[in-house]
């Protein structure tokens, strides 16, 4: 068996969707999930974007053992210099640099030529070099560039001292046979080949990023980047779940990863929570309908056998089959298994707000799923938050002009007010701006239910501007007008002191 190496990029790639930033201590905690999963290196930031980035890496750096901590750079020299200060505490660390080497990034993005990226390439790898043995070379929007010069780059690189060398699909444009055959074009002509290992990095703009992936390491790569539930810019990335079960259950193919699959799923839980991305119901392995079955034929033969309509056992990627159905009279030890099978652990007296919470939530719905208990404990980490609202009440109607009264405890001092409005969100939010008395705009706002029914908890997603900034709300409740004060307030507590 040969081994595919895993590289994790949720935390850098994954973090750039809009609205799923992290905090220092967020990532710590996805960092430590990705270490027990498995994964062999976990690319950590983009340390020279920001000071929150660069201290992201090093703080990650610190909290991991085993799994090689990489930072993305540019192929400039302060960059370089940059991530390798961030990465100073790191066990084992890799500097990831690159270029453009398409036509597209040669001639419009650098106004260059392919001699002189060629040069910055080979300056850029000799740079890192100097301060980490492990380099990795990215030729950015490889799938659209020429086989023939990226030839010429993979082989200048190696030669320069890169470990690894990364062939993006950054537009996702490619056809499975095309990414395939590229790199099968670069192990026929690239001399030293065999002094580094071949990445590949897919985008899912076409979705086609999984198959790329596929077909890349059954023409000899032996690194994939991939984000968990496939996150990431644009349609996002390669799926690690994918990937991982897909050479589980075709184990002729004769290639292995040394990640533990039974900590899929609360990893995917994890991310979706703290990133507020939800998972679509039918995502490959993950969805919360990966593993069902409405089908009578189905249940019939599943039933009987459960390979019949199964490749896989849901064991093998974390999913109790026998879970526990949570209704109002499960108990705090149920619930509290349920928050552990979705990756969140919770000390005794956390337990106790989210319960009572939890007990007024299954006195409003039928039953109670996964993402209602993430919603849960997610609104007992809100509690923590400088503003909270204290009250709500709304008066609105057909013929009736929209009235809300709202009260809020700000750092432990009570405020009220009270407006009308174009609707009863929108009075609620004049009586939320007539207390938080700064200039901010709703750029976006975005509602989605959960799962189905008229007592489902609704998932409000607010983009506000404040003082040139943006910044990303997000609040639940089974009653919507609450859920979008929540989430307006979720994005006020991310910018006033």
Known sequence: ????????????????????????????????????????????????????????????????????????????QKDIEVAAEALKFAKRKRIHTGLGTSEFHIKYKFNSTQDEILERAIAATKYAKKYVEDV????????????????????????????????????????????????????????????????????????????????GVMNGARQVEVTINGIGERAGNTSLEEIAMILKCHKGLEIETQLNTQKIYPISR??????????????????????AHSSGIHQDGVLKNRESYEIMDPKDVGIDENSIVLTARSGRAALKHRLSVLGVEVENGKLDSIYEEFLRLADRKKDINDDDVLVLAGMERS??????????????????????SLGLIIAGEKFEAAASGNGPVDAAIKALKQIIKRNMTLQEFTIQAISRGSDDVGKVHMQVEHQGGIYYGFGANTDIIAASVEAYIDAINKFVK
């Open 383 to 404: 509690e923590q938050k400088r503003i909270k609202i204290d009250y709500l009440q709304v008066t609105s109607g057909v013929g009736v002009k929209a009235v809300a």
């Open 136 to 215: 990795e070379f990215y030729c950015e929007d490889a799938g659209r560039t020429d086989k023939v010069y990226l030839a010429r780059v993979v082989e200048a690189v190696i030669k320069a001292g890169a470990t690894v060398v990364n062939i993006p699909d950054t537009t996702g444009y490619c056809l499975p046979w095309e990414y395939g055959n590229k790199i099968k074009y670069l192990f026929e002509n690239v001399k030293g080949i065999q002094n580094a290992i071949i990445s590949t990095h897919c985008h899912n703009d076409l979705g086609m990023a999984t198959a790329n992936t596929m077909a």
């Open 270 to 291: 994890l991310v979706s929570s703290l990133m507020n991305m939800p998972v679509q119901p039918n995502k490959a392995i993950v969805g919360r309908n990966a593993f």
């Open 1 to 76: 068996m040969e081994k595919l190496f895993i590289f994790d990029t949720t935390l850098r790639d994954g973090e750039q969707v809009p609205g799923c930033q992290l905090n220092t201590i967020e990532k710590i905690q996805v960092a430590k999930a990705l270490e027990a999963l498995g994964v062999d290196v976990i690319e950590a930031g983009f340390p020279i974007s920001s000071p929150g980035d660069f201290n992201s890496v090093v703080e990650i750096s610190k909290a991991v053992t085993w799994p090689t901590i990489c930072a993305l750079t540019r192929g400039v």
